[in-house]
Nanobody
Framework: QVQLVESGGGLVQAGGSLRLSCAAS????????MGWFRQRPGKEREFVGN????????SYSDSVKGRFTISRDSAKNMVYLEMNSLKPEDTAVYYC??????????WGQGTQVTVSS
């Protein structure tokens, strides 16, 4: 059974940084992608970025490009979202997901990030 567990959320001032972690288990992740999504208050869930487990190539949404970085530690089955220069509009519940180019089929429970102005 695939499990994704996020951690690292919290309250931070605008301009600050946070690093989210996602502990992944239950499948051989090498052929999959790992993604980060977020759901801001009153908004639908949106794509933040993803990383290919094999090779480590990444892609990001325009809203976070240059500020957020996704990485993975294959030995530990961990995926990270390093968030810098945080803005109040980054306030959201952040989710880790596992899937393919066609669909995201497993999700974590989410972790709250709040950025104060």
């Amino acid at each position: 059974q695939v499990q994704l567990v996020e951690s690292g959320g919290g309250l931070v001032q605008a301009g600050g940084s946070l690093r989210l972690s996602c502990a992944a288990s239950g499948r051989t992740f090498g052929t999959y992608r790992m993604g980060w999504f977020r759901q801001r208050p009153g908004k639908e869930r949106e794509f933040v970025g993803n990383i290919r487990w094999s090779g480590g190539s990444t892609s990001y949404s325009d809203s976070v490009k240059g500020r957020f970085t996704i990485s993975r530690d294959s030995a530990k089955n961990m995926v990270y979202l390093e968030m810098n220069s945080l803005k109040p509009e980054d306030t959201a519940v952040y989710y880790c997901a596992s899937g393919t180019a066609l669909r995201w089929d497993y999700w974590g429970q989410g972790t709250q990030v709040t950025v104060s102005s």
